[in-house]
């Protein structure tokens, strides 16, 4: 697998440019530094894949770095290997964005060709170990859909514990939250999410404290899993009504007064 670093860029500025190449032969710049100048580096970031060729290609598009001087060059498409239905790719490329002098503060759209060399079919692409898109359920072919944190088939929304915590992963709250399932039914769900704060430490006994933020979400079940709809703290059904007025009564009656914790 690949072991490229990751060029990351802060505060950067933006110009979009395609440009297009080969497994194997393209370069987007040549420069005239010295080797010393340029570092092997992988995307910023992989802003879709989609095949070509019929299949038997595919061409990643990514964000590079990108200035007043050359800041890409010998920009490299390569099939790694295949295995368990899965495609995996590289893309690389040489820059001298690293150097703090060297200008390259911006960042540009490329376009890497990988040639597989047979029809990609219904197997899912991996690039650089990370992005995961597969042609199942894609929207706009060629154009592959990317995968998401719950992997590229998520489980359809159900009242079952592992259902709760795909919907907790798909809101937009803290990583290691708890949740505790308030009503659910085929179509709606209701959780109120926990989220410890402040610095890790033992129990309060030991002089440790510590506070925590509490959030009640409601979802909607869609064919991908819980969607999240909406987020109100009131007791029974009247706050909830206002912005959501087809939440079953059964699911809203009882709710208590959010714990701000």
């Not at 912005?243 to 007064?257: F, G, K, M, N, S």
Request: with cysteine.
């Amino acid at each position: 697998m690949l072991g490229a670093v990751l060029t990351v860029l802060a505060g950067c500025g933006s110009k979009s440019a395609e440009t297009a190449a080969t497994a194997g032969a393209g370069e987007v710049t040549t420069g005239a530094g010295t080797a010393a100048d340029w570092t092997l580096a992988a995307p910023i970031r992989i802003d879709g894949v989609r095949t070509t060729d019929g299949g038997r290609s595919l061409a990643v598009d990514a964000e590079v770095p990108d200035g007043a001087r050359d800041c890409v060059r010998s920009l490299r498409g390569e099939l790694d290997t295949v295995e368990h239905g899965t495609v995996h790719v590289k893309v690389t490329y040489e820059t001298r964005s690293l150097d703090q002098d060297s200008g390259c503060t911006g960042t540009q759209r490329v376009t890497a060709t990988v040639k597989l060399g047979e029809s990609l079919g219904s197997r899912r692409v991996m690039v650089n170990s990370m992005d995961v898109y597969t042609p199942v359920g894609a929207t706009k072919p060629p154009a592959l859909r990317q995968c998401g944190e719950n992997g590229c088939d998520p489980t359809p929304p159900r009242c079952t514990s592992s259902s709760y915590q795909q919907a907790v992963n798909d809101t937009d709250i803290s990583k290691h939250t708890s949740w505790e399932e308030r009503g659910c039914d085929d179509t709606w769900l209701v959780l109120d999410l926990s989220t410890r704060m402040g610095p890790a430490c033992g129990d309060a006994g030991d002089g440790c404290s510590s506070s925590g933020v509490s959030q009640r979400w409601f979802y909607r079940a869609e064919a991908s899993g819980w969607r999240p709809v909406a987020t109100n703290g009131d007791a029974g059904c009247a706050g909830i009504h206002k912005v959501l007025p087809d939440l079953p009564e059964r699911l809203c009656v009882a709710l208590p007064r959010l714990d701000r914790g």
